[in-house]
């Protein structure tokens, strides 16, 4: 710091004299010459210069020049000028000593500040200001020039742990944050790939004809573009390269005289010589003669191929094996097929000829190299590797049977006897020595020597008794359980050819010498079964249980019930039933016994053990003998999978056990009447109605008896029965339950019931006028229609038949009427609605329709039913823009009605019908209505196959939907055969539907109150058209 001091203060006072001098200006005269002259002798005195101007200009001096300035003044300011600091303010930047670094000079006259800067051994740190950071300082390390000790690692590789550390503990959440920030940057802005992507996989459904019916874009190119003139190159003669050799000119045209002469003789004699030196080309003249002769080129090209083929052909007989004319094609079948790379074979090649150079005693190497050149094509090459392999590793069991397999036949055996010999104990050397010789009585002796050897090998026995006769294989076995005493599967086999007697005395010694084994005890239970002493079955497994806890073995349930299983499926039903009954409460809580064994007889029944299922369902009956829920999971199996008398017998135990359970009463019932036995299901509804007195499902079951027998005025005297009777309480809070319009019950529930006490059912009511409507009596139905509406005046269905009773009879204005009376008292009943709607359209008063499905929208919004009609309404009417309009505004309300979407996909036109039945199952992926829209969509197209996937899809998903039943059965009935259209239609019976708009338009018509599922369903189909 002392010389900067120094260098301040001698600048500091050159400037206060520098300051003084200005007020002394003096100037020296010019020295006068002494002689001559007779002016004063000596200098002259020394005077001012200038002093009258000096005067002048201090008069004009402003009187604030060199006083202070005034605190806070910045020279500038008021005029817009800002303060700045020069170097000439701070001081020179270098001291006096530092070299001079002139920055500009040449390349050949470098300073010495440069030439220190080139002899420094490391670069300084740069410390200029605009590489220093307020938070993290300069760029660069300002110790880097420092050594590096190891204190310094340490600190170093602490820094770089705790920076590891504080990295990783919100790594999770910071990666899991950025892939959602990915994921929504890339639904907000797609790529155009993504965009595009479906369409791109809808390319693999376009045929060949849909692909070149496409019309071509047009070209925008220009005339010469769009028309270029291809170069047409035509063959040119032998003759006239020969001709303009000799002439060294070129010509533009053929010579006539090559056409005269054939196009091989010239005009001039020499042939091929040219008239100007140097001309002769060297290799297209014949030595001696300078003829170009291409003929013998080819001659030459052909005695080529000939010797190669020659070199290819049988040495022995003289004739060739190989097609001249498929020569080249047959070279592609040796081409390697191992589809590697050849420099990663040859890296291979070379790293695993390292291994074997460095461990020739390591089997893997040898097999890996040998397997290498095999798939690269090289057979003889493996071989020869294989067979030096077991030169190296004699005892290497891999290695021999690897020479064996790439060995050929009569070589393979050779080398399987060399192996015996090295390996006399190895059992997979003696089994492939067997499956190398081709006659059986080879096999068996190869096998015979193997077992003389190694006597304990199971599987060598059982390779050997495989092939013996049943005799011989009994004395084998023999012979086999006394060397493997503790091989459950010798002691199986040899039972299973044994007598009845001899095999209980093997079962008997196999456990003894395995007292922990289950199949043992299971082989003999089903011995005994087999042999009809079916009574021992339960002893014998109830004894496998206790003798295997005895001897420490945990009884596993699971595996016990899949012993069962297969017992199932080999045909012995009381083992299985014995085994069920033994461990189906082994392990489980008794709260949870119910529920595991329903579950367990689900799964049983998936995997086709039925007799197993059944017995789970009778031993549950018998610990829950009071379980509805238990007799009907048993009655709907024996429906499912047994006879109509063992679910006879079911339900007849069932209801003795459960008597208020109405369904075991009426599926009992409907067994009797399918088989034609109406007596017996009138005696079992008796017994019900006793059971279950005054019970609603057993008053209408039976007078659907009694009405599809023809048995009319019974039915009749049963409903005014019904009517007559009060209901019961569980009924009347049914009811209640299912009216949409009592919901204020309860505030008023004393009083409603008190109300309700004394009328009968309003269903009951239902079915009388429905019994008097279809058997023609209109005017006995109008009159119980009046008397049920004074009941229940907020039953829909009650007001929708009378309006179709009156609309059957003629008058429209009575139905209007009815239909209005209905929608005061049930303003939230569609098909009312509906139905009013309907009837306005047909008499030609399409406004009226129009304002009552706005009307109903209104009160009923969000509902896709009244949507859907006022969509078809104005699409009838021919209205197709504002149908459109209509569906555009009903999936902005109900954007997931599955109904809306399936008319949506056929309002649009076909090109457009796909891409829209996309969105739909986007919105409605699992809804039937979508599904059955995508069928049709197929089958409209003629891809039946496609298509028939999705009907059977759609009924899979709901079986209740007529209309896909229907359909179905349409298209089967147009590109089926017989016996898939009888299949639809099974299965379409034993489904029983009952929803559907064109199903329930049929079904519950007064004409067809007496068809049957299946005769339904033909109608149905027959009603369709194929206008989508």
């Known amino acids: 710091q002392q010389p900067t001091t120094k260098r301040l203060f001698a600048l500091a006072c050159a400037n206060v004299i520098k300051s003084e001098q200005p007020s002394k200006i003096v100037t020296k005269a010019p020295p006068v010459p002494a002689a001559g002259g007779g002016g004063a002798a000596g200098s002259a005195p020394v005077l001012p210069l200038a002093s009258p101007l000096i005067g002048g200009l201090n008069k004009k001096k402003k009187p604030f020049l060199g006083m202070p300035a005034p605190l806070g003044y910045v020279p500038g300011l008021g005029r817009g000028a800002t303060g700045f600091t020069t170097r000439s303010d701070i001081g020179p930047a270098r001291d006096a000593n530092d070299p001079v670094d002139d920055r500009h000079a040449p390349p050949g006259k470098r300073t010495v500040g440069d030439q220190m800067k080139k002899n420094q051994d490391d670069d300084d740190e740069d410390l200029n200001d605009t590489n220093y950071d307020e938070f993290n300082g300069y760029a660069g390390s300002l110790f880097s020039s420092g050594p590096y000790e190891k204190d310094d690692e340490e600190a170093d590789a602490i820094y770089a742990a705790l920076d590891k550390r504080m990295d990783e503990r919100r790594k999770e959440r910071r990666e899991l944050r950025e892939k959602e920030e990915i994921e929504k940057y890339r639904m907000e802005r797609p790529k155009i790939q993504q965009q595009f992507s479906d369409l791109k996989r809808k390319l693999a459904e376009v045929s060949e004809e849909e692909w070149l019916s496409i019309p071509e874009v047009g070209d925008a190119r220009n005339k010469r573009q769009r028309n270029p003139r291809y170069e047409k190159l035509t063959p040119v003669p032998d003759s006239f390269f020969a001709k303009h050799l000799q002439g060294g000119e070129n010509h533009t045209t053929v010579d006539p005289l090559q056409g005269q002469f054939g196009g091989l003789n010239t005009p001039f004699p020499g042939g091929l010589n040219t008239p100007y030196p140097g001309g002769m080309t060297p290799g297209l003249m014949t030595p001696g003669t300078g003829e170009l002769d291409m003929r013998k080129i080819g001659q030459a090209r052909n005695t080529l191929m000939d010797m190669r083929l020659s070199q290819v052909s049988d040495s022995v007989s003289g004739q060739t094996v190989v097609d001249p004319k498929?020569?080249?094609?047959?070279?592609?079948?040796?081409?390697?097929?191992?589809?590697?790379?050849?420099?990663?074979?040859?890296?291979?090649?070379?790293?695993?000829?390292?291994?074997?150079?460095?461990?020739?005693?390591?089997?893997?190497?040898?097999?890996?190299?040998?397997?290498?050149?095999?798939?690269?094509?090289?057979?003889?090459?493996?071989?020869?590797?294989?067979?030096?392999?077991?030169?190296?590793?004699?005892?290497?069991?891999?290695?021999?049977?690897?020479?064996?397999?790439?060995?050929?036949?009569?070589?393979?055996?050779?080398?399987?006897?060399?192996?015996?010999?090295?390996?006399?104990?190895?059992?997979?050397?003696?089994?492939?020595?067997?499956?190398?010789?081709?006659?059986?009585?080879?096999?068996?002796?190869?096998?015979?020597?193997?077992?003389?050897?190694?006597?304990?090998?199971?599987?060598?026995?059982?390779?050997?008794?495989?092939?013996?006769?049943?005799?011989?294989?009994?004395?084998?076995?023999?012979?086999?359980?006394?060397?493997?005493?503790?091989?459950?599967?010798?002691?199986?086999?040899?039972?299973?050819?044994?007598?009845?007697?001899?095999?209980?005395?093997?079962?008997?010694?196999?456990?003894?010498?395995?007292?922990?084994?289950?199949?043992?005890?299971?082989?003999?239970?089903?011995?005994?079964?087999?042999?009809?002493?079916?009574?021992?079955?339960?002893?014998?497994?109830?004894?496998?249980?206790?003798?295997?806890?005895?001897?420490?073995?945990?009884?596993?349930?699971?595996?016990?019930?899949?012993?069962?299983?297969?017992?199932?499926?080999?045909?012995?039903?009381?083992?299985?039933?014995?085994?069920?009954?033994?461990?189906?409460g082994i392990g489980i809580e008794e709260e949870d016994c119910k529920h595991t064994w329903m579950e367990d007889a689900e799964s049983c029944v998936a995997h086709g053990a039925l007799e197993c299922a059944r017995a789970i369902y009778a031993h549950a009956l018998q610990v829950f003998p009071s379980k509805k829920s238990v007799w009907l999971r048993a009655a709907y199996f024996e429906k499912s999978h047994g006879t109509r008398e063992s679910l006879e017998a079911?339900?007849?135990?069932?209801?003795?056990?459960?008597?208020?359970?109405?369904?075991?009463?009426?599926?009992?019932?409907?067994?009797?009447?399918?088989?034609?036995?109406?007596?017996?299901?009138?005696?079992?509804?008796?017994?019900?109605?006793?059971?279950?007195?005054?019970?609603?499902?057993?008053?209408?079951?039976?007078?659907?008896?009694?009405?599809?027998?023809?048995?009319?005025?019974?039915?009749?005297?049963?409903?005014?029965?019904?009517?007559?009777?009060?209901?019961?309480?569980?009924?009347?809070?049914?009811?209640?339950?299912?009216?949409?319009?009592?919901?204020?019950?309860?505030?008023?529930?004393?009083?409603?019931?008190?109300?309700?006490?004394?009328?009968?059912?309003?269903?009951?009511?239902?079915?009388?006028?429905?019994?008097?409507?279809?058997?023609?009596?209109?005017?006995?139905?109008?009159?119980?229609?009046?008397?049920?509406?004074?009941?229940?005046?907020?039953?829909?269905?009650?007001?929708?038949?009378?309006?179709?009773?009156?609309?059957?009879?003629?008058?429209?204005?009575?139905?209007?009427?009815?239909?209005?009376?209905?929608?005061?008292?049930?303003?939230?009943?569609?098909?009312?609605?509906?139905?009013?709607?309907?009837?306005?359209?047909?008499?030609?008063?399409?406004?009226?329709?129009?304002?009552?499905?706005?009307?109903?929208?209104?009160?009923?919004?969000?509902?896709?039913?009244?949507?859907?009609?006022?969509?078809?309404?104005?699409?009838?009417?021919?209205?197709?823009?504002?149908?459109?309009?209509?569906?555009?505004?009903?999936?902005?309300?109900?954007?997931?009605?599955?109904?809306?979407?399936?008319?949506?996909?056929?309002?649009?036109?076909?090109?457009?019908?796909?891409?829209?039945?996309?969105?739909?199952?986007?919105?409605?992926?699992?809804?039937?209505?979508?599904?059955?829209?995508?069928?049709?969509?197929?089958?409209?197209?003629?891809?039946?196959?496609?298509?028939?996937?999705?009907?059977?899809?759609?009924?899979?998903?709901?079986?209740?939907?007529?209309?896909?039943?229907?359909?179905?059965?349409?298209?089967?009935?147009?590109h089926g055969t017989q016996e898939q259209q009888d299949e639809v239609k099974k299965r379409c019976e034993n489904a029983e539907p009952r929803h559907g708009e064109l199903w329930c338009a049929e079904s519950k018509h007064v004409l067809n109150w007496q068809k049957k599922i299946g005769e339904i369903l033909v109608l149905v189909a027959s009603q369709i058209k194929n206008t989508f």
């Open 326 to 584: 498929g020569y080249l094609t047959d070279l592609n079948s040796m081409i390697p097929t191992h589809g590697g790379d050849i420099s990663d074979i040859k890296k291979a090649r070379l790293l695993l000829k390292s291994v074997r150079e460095t461990n020739p005693h390591h089997p893997p190497a040898w097999i890996a190299s040998a397997r290498l050149e095999e798939v690269t094509g090289k057979l003889q090459v493996a071989r020869n590797l294989i067979m030096k392999g077991t030169e190296m590793c004699p005892k290497s069991e891999d290695v021999w049977l690897e020479a064996a397999r790439l060995q050929p036949g009569d070589t393979a055996k050779a080398v399987v006897a060399q192996a015996v010999r090295h390996l006399p104990q190895s059992v997979r050397i003696y089994i492939r020595a067997a499956e190398l010789e081709t006659d059986v009585r080879a096999k068996k002796r190869v096998l015979r020597k193997a077992l003389e050897n190694v006597s304990k090998s199971v599987r060598l026995w059982k390779t050997a008794v495989e092939l013996e006769e049943p005799e011989d294989a009994r004395i084998m076995l023999s012979r086999a359980v006394e060397c493997c005493p503790t091989s459950v599967e010798l002691w199986l086999a040899l039972a299973r050819l044994e007598t009845y007697e001899n095999a209980r005395r093997v079962l008997n010694k196999a456990r003894e010498n395995i007292p922990t084994d289950r199949h043992i005890w299971i082989t003999a239970a089903k011995l005994e079964e087999a042999n009809g002493n079916t009574q021992m079955v339960e002893k014998i497994i109830d004894r496998a249980i206790t003798s295997l806890r005895a001897n420490g073995v945990e009884i596993n349930r699971e595996q016990w019930i899949q012993d069962a299983e297969e017992c199932d499926k080999a045909g012995s039903v009381a083992t299985c039933q014995a085994i069920i009954r033994a461990v189906i």
């Open 650 to 974: 079911l339900l007849q135990r069932a209801v003795a056990h459960c008597p208020k359970a109405e369904v075991l009463w009426l599926m009992g019932a409907k067994s009797k009447w399918l088989a034609e036995d109406v007596p017996a299901a009138r005696s079992i509804l008796a017994l019900a109605f006793q059971a279950n007195p005054n019970s609603e499902e057993i008053w209408l079951a039976a007078v659907k008896l009694e009405s599809e027998n023809n048995e009319y005025e019974r039915a009749r005297r049963l409903l005014a029965k019904a009517r007559s009777s009060a209901p019961t309480a569980r009924v009347r809070c049914r009811l209640a339950r299912e009216t949409e319009s009592e919901l204020d019950l309860i505030g008023s529930h004393g009083q409603r019931e008190r109300e309700r006490e004394n009328r009968p059912n309003r269903t009951v009511f239902m079915k009388s006028v429905k019994l008097e409507w279809v058997l023609g009596n209109i005017e006995a139905a109008q009159e119980l229609c009046t008397e049920a509406l004074k009941h229940y005046e907020d039953f829909p269905k009650l007001w929708m038949m009378r309006g179709q009773i009156e609309e059957q009879s003629g008058n429209t204005d009575k139905a209007r009427e009815a239909y209005n009376q209905g929608l005061k008292k049930c303003p939230h009943s569609m098909p009312l609605w509906l139905l009013l709607s309907r009837l306005e359209e047909r008499v030609g008063q399409l406004t009226r329709a129009r304002a009552i499905l706005e009307k109903a929208r209104l009160k009923n919004p969000q509902s896709p039913e009244l949507w859907l009609e006022s969509v078809r309404l104005e699409y009838r009417a021919g209205l197709k823009n504002i149908s459109n309009t209509l569906m555009a505004k009903a999936l902005q309300e109900c954007p997931n009605s599955g109904i809306l979407w399936a008319e949506a996909v056929f309002l649009e036109a076909r090109p457009q019908r796909k891409t829209k039945s996309v969105d739909a199952l986007k919105k409605c992926e699992h809804d039937p209505h979508v599904l059955l829209a995508v069928a049709k969509l197929f089958w409209s197209e003629r891809k039946i196959t496609k298509s028939r996937e999705w009907f059977l899809r759609t009924v899979k998903i709901e079986p209740d939907l007529g209309d896909a039943w229907a359909l179905f059965y349409k298209f089967e009935l147009q």
